[in-house]
């Protein structure tokens, strides 16, 4: 009861601050596609920064990045930079600058659908507002990987055969996130949950921290670092 008062409160504080006289003016819906080819890069810096809406990211993609975006809102229209220097490209996909004038009706639209290439190393950094986010990172090639969530639904899926190892940085802010962690190579998971609720499936426990059952076995481990906000937790093992 008390985690559930907590998150109704700074919901509601955050529902204050965004509230004003105007609200957004919300024109015809637009949906455009987007392609970015890797070029000569051989490893990629991949930032993603999304204020308010609705992320699906997933890889697979013929490019570096095929996208489509989805919106109401024009000046929300999303930037999309790449730049390539010697053998290392650098990937920006953002909603642009926006000060809150109101909150969002709910005929707001404002959807991103991004795949990411397999093929080349990628260090990738997601940065979330308010929203829903499903991030499929299975059959990436990820050399590191930070997540910082907002306010809102999200569920970061970490399933596969991982080839190489790296770090995960999780941050959660407000709602509920759900970590789904690879059972065929180690995982090691620190917690520095705060305030939030955590709920623990088909992991071992050592001490304030969980692994997995090959983790002592495996030539391949993925390190994770959960730093929790107000909200719900939960880690499991995929299927």
Same mark, same amino acid.
């Given at each position: 009861m008390r985690h559930k008062l907590s998150l109704l409160v700074m919901v509601g504080v955050m529902v204050f601050l965004m509230s004003g006289c105007n609200r957004f003016l919300v024109g015809p819906t637009e949906t455009e596609t987007r392609t970015i080819e890797l070029g000569k890069a051989e490893t990629v810096q991949a930032n993603i920064e999304m204020g308010i809406g609705e992320l699906n990211l997933s890889g697979g993609a013929s490019?570096?990045? /095929?996208? $489509?975006? !989805?919106? #109401?809102?024009?000046?929300?229209?999303?930037?999309?930079?790449?730049?390539?220097?010697?053998?290392?490209?650098?990937l920006n996909v953002k909603q642009p600058a926006y000060e809150f004038e109101g909150i969002p009706d709910d /005929?707001? $639209?404002? !959807?991103? #659908?991004?795949?990411?290439?397999?093929?080349?190393?990628?260090?990738?950094?997601?940065?979330l507002g308010v929203g829903e986010s499903n991030i499929d990172l299975a059959g990436l090639n990820l050399t590191e990987l930070d997540v910082t969530t907002g306010v809102g639904q999200s569920t970061i899926d970490l399933s596969g055969d991982w080839d190489e190892g790296f770090d995960v940085r999780i941050k959660g802010g407000v709602g509920d996130t759900t970590i789904i962690l690879p059972r065929e190579v180690g995982v090691f998971v620190e917690l520095n949950t705060g305030i939030a609720d955590v709920e623990v499936?088909?992991?071992?426990?050592?001490?304030?921290?969980?692994?997995?059952?090959?983790y002592d076995q495996s030539d391949v481990t993925i390190n994770v670092e959960v730093d929790g906000g107000i909200g719900q937790i939960e880690l499991r093992l995929s299927e």
């Open positions: 490019n570096l990045l /095929d996208a $489509e975006f !989805t919106y #109401n809102v024009a000046e929300w229209k999303p930037e999309v930079i790449y730049e390539v220097s010697g053998s290392r490209g650098r /005929d707001v $639209e404002y !959807t991103w #659908n991004l795949s990411l290439s397999n093929e080349v190393p990628l260090n990738l950094d997601i940065d499936f088909g992991l071992v426990r050592e001490g304030d921290n969980y692994r997995n059952d090959v």
